[in-house]
């Protein structure tokens, strides 16, 4: 997964997950992959079940090996847990040995380098994607924490809205996208937040318009159903970023 990617988050059932995977192939990415996003959380890892999270015996089934990633999206409520829940994670169902998921994004903002570094040392071929969040972004310090972090990063997702759907400055963000891809070439870096298939074109025409041609999209909200996510929604989506990236 060395590509910037286009993803969908918020799989829920097998029907999605399938159906998500044939909607990708039929986009023939050239630039990008695509990627089924799984969302965790410490609550779920207890067996747990939320309408937005998943437990380890609803994800399970979910993964699969094809030409799209399954990244899984993992929040902590200590920030201390993150690598043990991690662990727990890639360990169940030997999901990481098997190579169903070689990717987690982790939604708790600057996570501790001795974190990461524990995870690294642990799944040395893991891909693993930093969210700089609405606080990270506004840490003047940002690129010296990712320079203390960026031996054990793959991606990052500049997402304000943590998940909320918000859209978010494209100004501002393609600033620090810039800053960061300038000081750290080897991260492949992204945007999320209120991106749906109405505004999903506007969103990457203002990204281009600063010279950045290369990067990642996420989506949840924007294609979310009543039950995870809505494959028609997706499908019209996916249509429009297809077009607006010319990945193909």
Known sequence: ????????????????????????????????????????STDSLTGRRFPQFLTLPELLPLLEKSPSENIIHHCSSKAENIAQEVEQILSYGEIYEKGLCRAVQLNNGLVAVETLKRIKERYEDLHIVLSIDKEAMSNPKLIAEINDRKHYLT????????????????????????QLVDNFPHLIGGFAGGLNSDTVTGVAQEIQKNNIQSFSLCVDSGVRGTNGCDLEKAATYLHKVTTALKVT
């Open 155 to 178: 991606y990052f997702l500049i997402d304000p809205s943590y998940g909320t759907g918000t859209p978010f400055d494209v100004q501002q963000c393609a600033e620090i996208f810039q």
């Open 1 to 40: 997964m060395l590509k910037s990617y286009v993803s969908i988050c918020g799989v829920r059932t097998r029907d999605q997950a399938q159906g998500l995977r044939k909607l990708f192939a039929q986009q023939h990415y050239t630039t990008h992959i695509g990627a089924l996003g799984f969302v965790t």
